[in-house]
């Protein structure tokens, strides 16, 4: 009874390509397709923006993504990955964790880790002059994410512009995102 509707109208996504005359005729003359690899950069550029809008959303059409989704919880740091120490950069996961585990139902969720990549290399240091693992290592023998991996999406959203981690359950009951229509290739111009 205490839920709130959202709803968001169908977003559309389009990229395109465009060859030559001679692009077409190099590629007859080796036997080869003049748009597959234009096809790709074109099917990366929308997958590229989906996830963009995924994480961010698009204030162009009031679509919250999940950096500014009402209602997620916010941890600020006092420092970036870069000036703390292996212990301060485990204790920061392991404090932002426990703000999703203690909530009722949330104990035993398979918590995946986003990390955006300069944080992410940071976690590449070994922990300590007597340890041979990297922090990465340490976070990841405790067990406490299914995963953890550098989303791009990440840098400069969070508080202060700041680069940003997500710690989320990403199963399909908790979290899902729905994609109503795959890529569709038109006819040629």
């Avoid at 740091?77 to 009722?104: C, G, N, Q, S, Y």
């Avoid at 986003?114 to 023998?141: C, F, M, Q």
């Amino acid at each position: 009874t205490d839920l709130k509707r959202y709803q968001q109208p169908i977003y559309s996504i389009g990229a395109g390509i465009r060859y030559s005359v001679t692009e077409l005729r190099q590629a007859q003359m080796v036997g080869q397709s003049a748009d597959a690899s234009k096809a790709e950069i074109a099917r990366r550029a929308i997958a590229e923006k989906e996830n963009s809008i995924i994480f961010n959303g698009d204030a162009s059409v009031d679509l919250k993504g999940v950096v500014n989704a009402q209602g997620i919880q916010v941890i600020n740091a006092d420092k970036t990955f870069a000036l703390m120490t292996a212990e301060e950069i485990t204790e920061t996961f392991r404090k932002a964790r426990a703000k999703i585990v203690t909530t009722p139902g949330m104990r035993t969720s398979a918590l995946k880790c986003l990390v955006e990549p300069n944080a992410y290399e940071e976690l590449s240091r070994r922990y300590g002059d007597n340890e041979p693992r990297t922090i990465l290592k340490v976070i990841e023998d405790n067990k406490w994410f299914s995963e953890i991996v550098p989303v791009y999406d990440l840098a400069g959203v969070g508080t202060a512009k700041s680069n940003s981690f997500i710690i989320m359950d990403t199963s399909p009951s908790t979290c899902e995102i729905l994609l109503p229509m795959d890529i569709t290739r038109h006819e040629e111009e």
